[in-house]
C-alpha cells in the first residue's frame, strides 16, 4: 500500500533538524520501500505492504528515534484516506497571497465530526470544514490574524495534530499517486 509519514515539529525554528536524505535512508532500513521525501517539514511517502497503518507509525517513530536520538510523533495516512481529504478540499482554495489555507490532520484520538467545533475560530471569519482524519481551514489573508486560530497552538487539541497547507496536500498527494503501478 502506498502511504505518506506526516512527522510532528522537525525543522520548525532550528528544532528537531532531520535532514531529508537521512531521513529518506532510515525509513529504507526500517523496511519501507520507493521512500520520497517532499520539502524539509517532514512529509515522506513510500510502500509498505507488511504492516498496517498503526503498526507504520510506531515503527516509524523507533526508527526516528534510534538514528536521529528524537522522540518524534509520525502520523501515517494512506492513499486512500488522503484522496477523501482532497475531494473535501475546496478547489479554489489555496495557499498564497490572498488566502492561507490548511490541513490539519487528525490523530485517530481525535478524529472526530465535532473537531471544528473545539476550534477557536471566530464567526464570520474563515472557513472550517471537516474530512475523516484532517480539519480543513481556509481565511483571507487579511483576516488571518483576527481570526482567533493563533489561540489554537500549544493547546491540548494542537498536539494531537500536524498542519500541512493545502500546497503542499496536494503536492503531497500527487507524488502518493505517482507511486501507484
Request: glycine fraction near 8%; hydrophobic fraction near 45%.
Amino acid at each position: 500500500m502506498i502511504y505518506v509519514a506526516l512527522l510532528r515539529g522537525i525543522n520548525v525554528g532550528g528544532n528537531n533538524k532531520i535532514d531529508m536524505k537521512a531521513l529518506k535512508a532510515a525509513f529504507e532500513l526500517a523496511g519501507m520501500q520507493h521512500v520520497k521525501t517532499y520539502i524539509n517539514s517532514g512529509n515522506i511517502v513510500f510502500v509498505n505492504d507488511q504492516l498496517s497503518r498503526t503498526d507504520l507509525a510506531a515503527v516509524l517513530e523507533a526508527a526516528i528515534e534510534a538514528e536521529f536520538g528524537l522522540h518524534i510523533r509520525v502520523l501515517v495516512r494512506s492513499l486512500e484516506q488522503m484522496e477523501v481529504v482532497a475531494t473535501m478540499l475546496p478547489e479554489d482554495w489555496s495557499n498564497d497571497e490572498r488566502l492561507k489555507s490548511d490541513v490539519l490532520f487528525l490523530w485517530d484520538e481525535v478524529d472526530e465530526a465535532t473537531v471544528p467545533t473545539e476550534l477557536p475560530l471566530k464567526p464570520g471569519i474563515g472557513t472550517l470544514l471537516f474530512a475523516p482524519g484532517a480539519v480543513l481551514y481556509s481565511v483571507d489573508r487579511a483576516d488571518a490574524g483576527r481570526s482567533g486560530m493563533n489561540k489554537l497552538v500549544g493547546s491540548k487539541l494542537y498536539a494531537q495534530m500536524t498542519v500541512r497547507n493545502v500546497n503542499t496536500t496536494r503536492q503531497i498527494l500527487k507524488l502518493m499517486r505517482g507511486l501507484q503501478q
